[in-house]
């Protein structure tokens, strides 16, 4: 089963509201309106993967929801976030134009969003069903086909396409079909049919038998004092297509007051330049290790943790330590976490990342960055694979 188009507004309204009244959105979400439609992404196979909706205020676009189409994810919520409007219409159009700029002669019949490579979006062009040509969103650079030397499962290469729900295991599946059945069930009850959905407000869901009842979030500031909340995070965009990993690293030792550029960072990590740029394999995952403590002089002592779980993002989030977090293809930094109990008995509580992602890359290139990336807020933590996590420690004296 999956959600249909007609169900998205509502299923969004209830989880948007839900937080807004627990404090995990802030006031920037207070009072913005959520549209009937929104962007369908397919997954790499086809199937309609999950939706991408505009979140306005009046006639402007200030963020975007993403709610799942598939049962494979476990949670309808993926994530929110305000720092990157969403426009169909004006990337279609982009994209198109980019087409007929490069590839004059290209003919397709249909283009669509799809998640080439989860959280990433490409436009594909297709003609009579098949492919023609795939690129990537804001950077326009074309997607090379699947590579056919075989891989591990959920082990792709930075810029490589792969199909999500080809890619998950069966038995992951069918956990998450469980739970996520369960979580939708909650926007079905009775207590809330009377209720306009489409607008955020704190006020919303305060009614009888919903409440919230625990709300804990923690964003890195320059200390631990409750006091002091000046942020001194800072969002870097990837400069190549496939640097993410250099773009997180660099992310967390500019939080450490380390001022590395991308460029001596992949020097480092051996990725390439920008003319030549590469990812970092999965053989040598470790190297973020060596490198982060080396160019630190040992300054920072830095863990790799194999398939981290929540506590591990909690505590040291908590302990107001940014963290770097590797998911299929791909590299993030984190620098918050928002967990929320509602009330409905058999639930699990929600739990969300502040990922700031360096996803997408700037269309120039990297000697002259523009401004890139997003702040997600929050990333659903029950519908996402993470596979490693990088924790530092700064050395005392």
Not at 4 to 25: C, D, W
Not at 62 to 68: N, R
Not at 163 to 192: C, I
Not at 287 to 316: G, K, R, Y
Request: proline share 7%.
């Amino acid at each position: 089963m999956t959600v249909s188009v007609e169900q998205i507004q509502r299923i969004a309204g209830f989880e948007l509201n839900a937080l807004r009244l627990s404090g995990a959105l802030g006031e920037e979400f207070e009072k913005v309106r959520i549209p009937k439609r929104g962007t369908t992404i397919y997954d790499l196979n086809g199937a309609v993967l999950f939706y991408r909706i505009p979140l306005r205020r009046g006639q402007i676009a200030s963020g975007y929801v993403d709610i799942a189409a598939d049962e494979a994810f476990g949670e309808p919520l993926l994530a929110t976030s305000m720092g990157l409007a969403w426009d169909e219409k004006a990337l279609l159009e982009t994209g198109t134009a980019r087409v007929l700029e490069v590839w004059p002669q290209l003919k397709y019949d249909a283009v669509r969003f799809v998640a080439y490579s989860f959280p990433k979006i490409a436009l594909q062009f297709l003609l009579r069903r098949k492919e023609v040509l795939m690129l990537e969103l804001f950077s326009w650079v074309e997607i090379p086909p699947k590579p056919p030397e075989p891989r591990k499962q959920l082990e792709p290469s930075n810029f490589e396409r792969w199909s999500l729900l080809d890619e998950l295991p069966e038995n992951v599946k069918r956990t998450r079909v469980r739970n996520f059945r369960e979580r939708l069930e909650l926007s079905n009850l009775p207590a809330l049919q009377m209720i306009d959905l489409s607008v955020i407000m704190k006020e919303k869901l305060q009614i009888r038998d919903i409440v919230i009842k625990l709300f804990d979030t923690w964003e890195i500031h320059y200390s631990q004092r409750q006091n002091d909340h000046y942020t001194c995070y800072e969002l870097r965009s990837q400069q190549t297509p496939v640097w993410c990993v250099a773009a997180s690293v660099e992310m967390v030792l500019n939080f450490y007051r380390y001022s590395y550029d991308q460029v001596r960072i992949a020097q480092e990590l051996d990725l390439g330049t920008c003319a030549m740029p590469n990812g970092l394999p999965y053989s040598r995952v470790g190297d973020v290790v060596t490198v982060m403590e080396n160019l630190t002089s040992n300054a920072l002592d830095v863990t790799m943790h194999t398939n981290p779980t929540w506590n591990i993002f909690h505590s040291e989030i908590s302990a107001n330590r940014p963290m770097i977090s590797f998911i299929p293809g791909h590299s993030r930094s984190v620098a918050g976490y928002t967990h929320s109990l509602l009330n409905f008995p058999g639930q699990v509580p929600y739990r969300g990342l502040l990922v700031y992602d360096p996803w997408p890359p700037p269309a120039t290139n990297c000697t002259d960055p523009e401004v890139g990336g997003v702040i997600t807020r929050w990333e659903n933590f029950a519908t996402q694979t993470y596979q490693f996590a990088y924790s530092s420690v700064l050395r005392q004296v």
